[in-house]
């Protein structure tokens, strides 16, 4: 005859075996639905990819405008303090030498160089090449000569340093502009549009017995 504590752990074991077996199922099925993640597996999936490529593109045309507007701005500055320094050499050098230096404006080419008045024309220093960004589309002298050839302009420099009033329009990537050197200074004027360099230049042109 069992005891009642026997009876009472035979009892325990049956309700026992049910919750057991039900765990068991939920288990397997769980690892069924989602089966563990191999280790070895370490790639991204296709959805990754294609996320990480439309966020770089976005990135990378919300940043292109700024920054190519940044380098232009830079390129054109470098470009016309160029054209500035070249002037000043020229004034320099002629007032150095005590003799009459000429500036040679090549604008197909983008040139521009330093000879003396020689018949040989000998080259003073480096013949210079324009920034890309800053190309010279038209040469104007005031006052305006028949023989001045835009396409090879020659702008003398007497040995005091003083030159005839010259304007070169500078095309650059996002303006046009006008730069101004005063023949007698050499000091640089910027103009945006055409109309305000000819009013300077006519008054530049006119005769001293027609100034007020």
Excluded at 18 to 31: G, Q
Excluded at 146 to 167: K, M, Q, R
Aim: charged share 25%.
């Amino acid at each position: 005859m069992l005891t009642t504590e026997t009876q009472r752990h035979r009892a325990v074991k049956r309700q026992r075996i049910p919750l057991n077996s039900k765990c068991f199922s939920l288990c397997l099925c769980v690892s069924v639905v989602h089966p563990p993640r191999s280790i070895h597996s370490k790639g991204f999936t296709l959805f990754e990819l294609i996320a990480v490529i439309l966020l770089l593109a976005v990135f990378a045309a919300a940043v292109r405008g700024p920054v190519v507007d940044m380098v232009n701005r830079i390129n054109t500055r470098n470009g016309i303090e160029q054209i500035k320094t070249i002037d000043r050499m020229l004034r320099m050098e002629a007032r150095r030498s005590g003799n009459v230096i000429q500036l040679h404006i090549d604008p197909l080419e983008g040139v521009m160089m330093r000879t003396d008045s020689s018949d040989e024309q000998k080259v003073i220093g480096q013949a210079v090449q324009l920034n890309d960004s800053c190309r010279i589309e038209r040469i104007r002298l005031a006052p305006q000569t028949d023989d001045f050839d835009e396409l090879n302009a020659v702008i003398n420099c007497s040995p005091d340093g003083a030159t005839p009033s010259y304007a070169l329009e500078i095309q650059t990537p996002t303006q046009t502009t006008w730069l101004l050197f005063a023949g007698l200074t050499g000091q640089c004027y910027q103009f945006d549009s055409e109309d305000e360099l000819a009013s300077v230049l006519d008054e530049i042109s006119r005769p001293w017995s027609e100034l007020d």
